[in-house]
């Protein structure tokens, strides 16, 4: 027969292993669906104007946790070669040393570390941005748009996402203070569940 404290011990180890395991459980994968996930961004052209261009192809996941919010996270990793300005001259110009320096730094990524709930479906979403080979801070401003099935009948979650960031900051200074150094950042994103290990999509 086992001793009362050997009992005890064992309990305590098999709450603590549910514990470590139930987070995990609780939370669901989703990967960013590339086809429908833009980085849209807009920059002050010499006072004249405001043009825009978009960032595509973003590889990554969101770990969406339903009853715990706070607990969820995001990792996307961006190709910068995929900018599209709509003027193929401009594209080519953005992706050397004066801007983005492609060849030296062919990504961008982000990593969240912390999600703030602002409301029902809202989230402050606090990360680390890496762009041109420097790493800062930035805040994304989440809003949760729906949880569903897509057409193609498989569990898709959808977000709309706004940031401001200043280029200067990710040493970026061509032609500054003329052409704008602070650009406003517009993303829509859906991104399609993961199948759980071990199981079949």
């Given at each position: 027969m086992l001793k009362k404290n050997t009992i005890t011990r064992f309990l305590m180890a098999s709450v603590f292993l549910v514990s470590l395991v139930a987070p995990?459980?609780?939370a669901d994968t989703y990967k960013l669906d590339p086809a429908h996930t833009a980085v849209v961004w807009h920059i002050n052209h010499f006072?004249?104007?405001?043009?825009?261009g978009k960032f595509m192809n973003a590889d990554g996941t969101v770990t969406l946790?339903?009853?715990?919010?706070?607990?969820?996270?995001?990792?996307?990793?961006?190709?910068?070669?995929?900018?599209?300005?709509?003027?193929?001259?401009?594209?080519e110009h953005l992706k050397t040393k004066d801007f983005f320096d492609v060849a030296t730094f062919p990504t961008a990524t982000f990593a969240?570390?912390?999600?703030?709930?602002?409301?029902?479906?809202?989230?402050i979403v606090h990360g680390t941005l890496t762009l041109h080979g420097v790493s800062k801070p930035v805040d994304l401003t989440v809003k949760l748009n729906k949880i569903g099935e897509n057409m193609m009948k498989k569990p898709t979650a959808g977000f709309t996402a706004t940031a401001?960031?200043?280029?200067?900051?990710?040493?970026?200074?061509?032609?500054?203070?003329?052409?704008?150094?602070?650009i406003k950042l517009d993303i829509e994103s859906e991104a399609?569940?993961?199948?759980?290990v071990g199981k079949a999509s």
């Open positions: 995990a459980m609780a006072g004249f104007s405001n043009p825009s946790d339903e009853k715990n919010p706070a607990a969820s996270s995001v990792n996307v990793t961006i190709p910068i070669a995929t900018i599209d300005s709509g003027i193929a001259k401009l594209d969240s570390d912390k999600v703030e709930i602002t409301g029902k479906d809202t989230a401001t960031i200043k280029r200067s900051d990710f040493g970026m200074t061509t032609y500054l203070p003329a052409l704008g150094d602070e399609n569940m993961e199948p759980a």
